[in-house]
């Protein structure tokens, strides 16, 4: 779980350090523009920016019930950060598995990649489908509820 958190970590001191140097060397203004910048970089490369994951088997639970497809994920990959904003409100009809915090989901994409852990990995009626285009897979979704 730490795993997920280290990019985003990383922003924040990387943001703290530099927005006090410039601060430091007379340059407020800058100062106050690149810390919220680098906030914002940790935000999106943290799990804050996906919907709330589930694990694998619950996953594949829900996806037998209400056909919508899996996807595997995990924080810092910026093809899955891609994924998730071009598909916009529409994520929400997906079920997410962060690989990091889910080991049997890990297991699941290396499975399907011949032992690497490529993603996002998405299962769209249990076949594998890696890096797919955001447009294809919204097509693939149900159509909302009500």
Known sequence: MTRAWV??????????LVATTRFVDGSPGVAVAVLPAF?????????????????????QRRSAIDGRPIVYWR?????????RFRLGRGSRRLHWVDIWR???????VRSA???DET??????????HVNPDPEWLR????????
């Open 7 to 16: 990019l985003p970590m990383a922003f924040v001191v990387c943001g703290a």
């Open 39 to 59: 906030a914002l970089l940790a935000g999106l490369h943290s799990p804050l920016a996906f919907p709330r994951s589930i694990g694998a088997v619950e996953a």
């Open 75 to 83: 924080a810092g990959c910026k093809y899955c950060l891609r994924l």
């Open 102 to 108: 889910d080991p049997a989901g890990a297991a699941v």
């Open 113 to 115: 990649n011949k032992g």
């Open 119 to 128: 993603v996002p990995t998405v299962m769209v009626a249990g076949r594998p």
């Open 139 to 146: 097509g693939q979704l149900p159509p909302p509820g009500p």
